[in-house]
């Protein structure tokens, strides 16, 4: 059984920075391309930053390109987010997939955290 936790939200003014954390447990994340995903109050969820299976490639929203960078460890998915803005704010959840390509398409992630809250003020 797949278990992702996130950690590391709270609440920032704009301009500062977070660091999320996810531990997984049940697989080895080398096998899995993973991403952060973040849904807004009345929005849909929508992809931030992901990684290709091997940590062969990155890909980020054009939202957070040169200010977010994803990163991994052997049972760590991680989410570095400098320069905030309250757009940013939302429920950011990590989640891990096994399809035979990388996608942004939250459909294809069959494995999920719980999500952890991230607010900046302005």
């Known amino acids: 059984q797949v278990q992702l936790v996130e950690s590391g939200g709270g609440l920032v003014q704009a301009g500062g920075s977070l660091t999320l954390s996810c531990a997984a447990s049940g697989r080895t994340l080398s096998d899995y391309a993973m991403a952060w995903f973040r849904q807004a109050p009345g929005k849909e969820r929508e992809f931030v930053a992901g990684?290709?299976?091997?940590?062969?490639g990155t890909y980020y929203s054009d939202s957070v390109k040169g200010r977010f960078t994803i990163s991994r460890d052997n049972a760590k998915i991680m989410l570095q987010m400098n320069s905030l803005k309250p757009e940013d704010t939302a429920v950011y959840y990590c989640?891990?997939?096994?399809?035979?390509?990388?996608?942004?398409?939250?459909?294809?992630?069959?494995?999920w955290g719980q999500g952890t809250q991230v607010s900046v003020s302005s």
């Open positions: 989640a891990i997939s096994n399809y035979y390509i990388f996608t942004t398409t939250p459909s294809r992630y069959p494995y």
């Open positions: 990684m290709t299976r091997r940590a062969t």
